[in-house]
C-alpha cells in the first residue's frame, strides 16, 4: 500500500474556504501518475462518500453537493492531489480521506478533519 500524509484541515467559518493536501511521498511518479485520485469525507454519524475523484486520465468528477464550490488538482511531481474548498456549509463538517488507487483496492489517508461552524 502506498502511505498517503494528509494536511490542511482546520475550523472554518460557514461560507469561507479551506484547502486540502495529500501527499504520496514514497511512490515514484510514474505509479502516482497512473493511478486514481480522490477526496471522500465521513460526517459525524453517516458513512463515507465521494467529495471528488480524478481519474486516471485526469478527468474531474465531483459529487453533486460540492459542484462549482470544490477544485480537485493533482501535481505529479510533488506527488500530491489537492482539494479546493469554497464557500463551505455547516453540514459539510466532518473527516476528509484521501485516496490513492481507488475505493476498492486503494489506499487511504488517516483522514483530515474538516470543521465548518455558523
Known amino acids: 500500500q502506498v502511505p498517503l500524509v494528509e494536511s490542511g484541515g482546520g475550523s472554518v467559518q460557514a461560507g469561507g474556504s479551506l484547502a486540502l493536501s495529500c501527499k504520496a511521498p514514497?511512490?515514484?511518479?510514474?505509479?502516482?501518475?497512473?493511478?486514481?485520485k480522490g477526496w471522500y469525507r465521513q460526517a459525524p454519524g453517516k458513512q463515507r462518500e465521494l467529495v471528488a475523484r480524478?481519474?486516471?486520465?485526469?478527468?474531474?468528477t465531483y459529487a453533486d453537493f460540492v459542484k462549482g464550490r470544490f477544485t480537485i488538482s493533482r501535481d505529479n511531481s510533488r506527488k500530491t492531489v489537492s482539494l479546493q474548498m469554497s464557500n463551505l456549509k455547516d453540514e459539510e463538517t466532518g473527516v476528509y480521506y484521501c485516496?490513492?488507487?481507488?475505493?476498492?483496492?486503494?489506499?487511504w489517508g488517516q483522514g483530515t478533519k474538516v470543521t465548518v461552524y455558523s
Open positions: 514514497r511512490t515514484i511518479t510514474s505509479v502516482f501518475r497512473a493511478n486514481a
Open positions: 485516496n490513492f488507487g481507488g475505493e476498492e483496492k486503494g489506499t
Open positions: 480524478l481519474s486516471v486520465g485526469d478527468e474531474a
